[in-house]
């Protein structure tokens, strides 16, 4: 009997972005503007982000999307205050996001709970219509990923990319049609396996790695530090460019590692002071951005180009990352489908 490839469940998981990226666009654009338009008539002025793990790097996607393009100021949640202490602050005219691909958390079901109760408007933003989180909140979005059997989220995270930018367009009133050219771009990267099973070779024997970014790409640094230490159980670190040169940067030498997302845009261009710290320190550097950013570094994965907007291109950016946590878990001799530990629901109080 032949022994199944480690990670299959995985890989299989990541194949499916495309489609399920159209499935979105296709099927679930038009209620997420609905509802987004909904939301948008109570005139909320602040918004809470609350998640963990994979999705609170969704939620500081959202953070950006909701300050940038809307101008609406947003916080993290941190939902021990509620939990633990049982704070219950004034949440009337804010608007509370909740993003969770289970819905399941009992610490996520509690503190939207008690917002609503505080007189939020609450909205869940989950892949189970039918999870106890979307049942105590006042509005759903459904990220239609379909069952993840994988421990490591992969296309539940692209999903809620694309539902939470769909979103944020319907509040301003847009309609998101930049984000139609995301599915074919995105099958065009995931093609490329084999270039990343050759990149991941580099990094086997990796005892620890630093990410590093800045605007929109920073959630795609941080989701990368998470999949890899996940399923590889490398230590990894991630950094704000801006925080990296505030102290971190002195552990950076030609033996660590350091993968920089560079955006094709504002935040690559607020990148380029840190890009030439660390060329300057030596790193081994790996940058997934454009071809120009990527030719002047030792190694690196090229994005397609033209690039989609900075603000859609996250949802790309992690990509080949994904794939590169895949891989250099399956060389280290681990299995990215059930990390030790792990459990698909984490129950979190």
């Keep these: 009997m032949t022994r199944e490839r480690p990670g299959r469940l995985m890989s299989g998981e990541m194949a499916e972005q495309p489609v399920v990226l159209r499935r979105i666009l296709d099927e679930g654009a038009d209620r997420i503007r609905e509802t987004a338009a909904r939301i948008a008539a109570r005139g909320p002025r602040f918004v809470l982000l609350t998640a963990r793990g994979t999705s609170d790097n969704a939620a500081l996607y959202a953070k950006y999307l909701l300050e940038v393009r809307l101008g609406l100021p947003c916080g993290l949640t941190s939902m021990s205050t509620t939990t633990i202490y049982g704070a219950r602050p004034d949440l009337r005219d804010v608007l509370v996001v909740t993003v969770s691909q289970s819905g399941g958390s009992p610490d996520l079901v509690a503190s939207t709970r008690a917002a609503r109760e505080a007189g939020a408007v609450t909205l869940a933003v989950t892949n189970d219509a039918d999870s ?7 509005h759903h979005l459904d990220i239609l990923a379909g069952p993840e059997r994988a421990l490591p989220a992969t296309k539940t995270y692209t999903a809620s990319l694309l539902a939470l930018y769909l979103f944020a367009e319907g509040l301003r009133g847009g309609d998101g049609a930049p984000a139609r050219a995301l599915p074919e771009a995105a099958l065009r990267i995931l093609e490329r396996g084999e270039e990343v099973r050759r990149l991941a070779g580099r990094y086997r024997f990796a005892e ?6 800045r605007g929109y790409g920073y959630p795609s640094a941080k989701e990368a530090a998470l999949k890899l230490m996940e ?29 920089a997302v560079v955006p094709a845009g504002r935040g690559g261009e607020a990148l380029q002071p840190v890009l030439q710290r660390l060329r300057g320190r030596g790193a081994d550097l790996f940058v997934v951005g454009g071809r120009a950013e990527v030719a002047r570094a030792p190694a690196g994965f090229a994005l397609p180009d033209p690039a989609v907007a900075e603000e859609l291109q996250p949802v790309l950016e992690i990509l080949p990352l994904q794939m590169l946590a895949h891989e250099i878990a399956v060389a280290r001799g681990q299995d990215p489908d059930a990390p030790r530990a792990l459990a698909k629901v984490t129950e979190t109080r």
């Design 132 to 138: 106890p989180l979307a049942g105590v909140c006042e």
């Design 208 to 213: 620890r790695m630093l990410f590093t970014s």
């Design 231 to 259: 399923t590889s159980y490398v230590p990894a670190l991630s950094y704000s460019g801006a925080d990296l040169l505030h102290g971190p940067l002195a552990m950076v030498d030609a033996l660590s590692p350091v993968i």
